[in-house]
């Protein structure tokens, strides 16, 4: 068995009220963290942990949070970017030659800021008491998307490569500090959001999936353990994605 090094360590994990972020908040509490789960909904903390109802694009509201963490716990070891929302819409739609629709302003600016924004508010917050406690691990949740493009997403496609950019960055600015940076670029997973959708989509997202099914949340919270763990002590600024084989399915 791999010894990870996780035990006592304080975990932060965003969007942990459902889907993925609460399936990472459940494992790293499985392993002996402290996890501290936040979310803009209401949840639960995992394992005797701490949940904070916490804005990830509000820095005010980042501040407090991990200043409360810090005075309970003494540190913070983990920070899991999780977090993040869709609004779907093609740039530009066109019937018989006429312009029907267009991506928002809202639409684009309220996934930006939750998707990238939300993932510089929290690591600009964190980093410093990283360094304080002699390093840490950064993950940041980015998609097959972000890699390859897709169809009716472009405001979701841009902050998943955008977060992909800053992760290198990061691991090439904090890696003098012991702070290692990664990402994690799912590709469809069973969450609420996937499930609800229509039959034809989702079966059509399994024939393009090599393995042959959807991916589970736990997949990839085990991706997240992993990159934390001391088995991945010399991984850093690099992108793993955790998507049955559908980029070569595609």
Sequence with gaps: MIET???DKVAIVTGAASGI???TARRFAQEGCQVVSWDVKDGQAEGGGLFQKVDVTSAASVSAAVDEVVARFGAVHVLVNNAGILRDGQLLKYKEGALTGMMSDEQF???????????FVCTRAVAPRMIQAGGGVILNASSVVGLYGNFGQTNYVA???GVIGMTRVWARELGKYKI???????????TEM???MP??????????TP???VGQPEDIANAYLWLASDAASFVSGTVISVDGGVVTGT
Excluded: C
């Design 199 to 208: 039959e034809k989509v989702l079966n059509s997202m399994v024939d393009h």
């Design 159 to 161: 902050t998943k490569a």
């Design 211 to 213: 393995l042959g099914r």
């Design 21 to 23: 972020g609460q399936a």
């Design 180 to 190: 290692r940076v990664n990402a994690v670029a799912p590709g469809f997973i069973a």
């Design 5 to 7: 090094g996780l035990k």
């Design 194 to 196: 996937v499930k609800g």
């Design 109 to 119: 600016d309220s996934v930006i800021s939750v998707n990238l924004k939300g993932v």
